[in-house]
């Protein structure tokens, strides 16, 4: 069992920025990559970015526009995620996940990844 932890939600206006963070203990087989999803209305889990913990090599989607940035401190076993020019669709509930990964790459899909924290809550106003 991987312990989870989000923080860091809360409510901001249009334009604004959040740094989001994701508790989690060391770094095992099972817990490579951590990934961060944004929860959807239809219960999906729609992914924003995965990093590899032992290189701290980070990866994205193709599909978003480079307002998400992952980052890391192993020290503290916590993985960000820096979200900016927020708009009013990006709320949601955002979680991490972690994954076994495989040899240096961190999967996209969140079927791939195996404990999850309980979320933390976005709210974007326009």
């Known amino acids: 069992q991987v312990q989870m932890e989000e923080s860091g939600g809360g409510s901001v206006q249009a334009g604004g920025s959040l740094r989001l963070s994701c508790a989690t203990s060391e770094i095992t087989d099972r817990s490579a990559c951590i990934g961060w999803f944004r929860q959807t209305p239809a219960n999906e889990r729609e992914g924003l970015a995965r990093?590899?913990?032992?290189?701290?090599?980070?990866f994205y989607y193709d599909s978003l526009n480079g307002r998400f940035t992952i980052s890391q401190n192993n020290a503290k076993n916590t993985a960000y995620l820096q979200i900016n020019s927020l708009q009013p669709e990006d709320t949601g509930t955002y979680r991490c996940?972690?994954?076994?990964?495989?040899?240096?790459?961190?999967?996209?899909?969140?079927?791939?990844?195996?404990?999850w924290g309980p979320g933390t809550q976005v709210t974007v106003s326009s």
């Open positions: 990093i590899y913990r032992a290189d701290g090599i980070p």
């Open positions: 996940g972690t994954s076994p990964g495989g040899r240096g790459y961190c999967p996209q899909s969140a079927r791939s990844y195996d404990f």
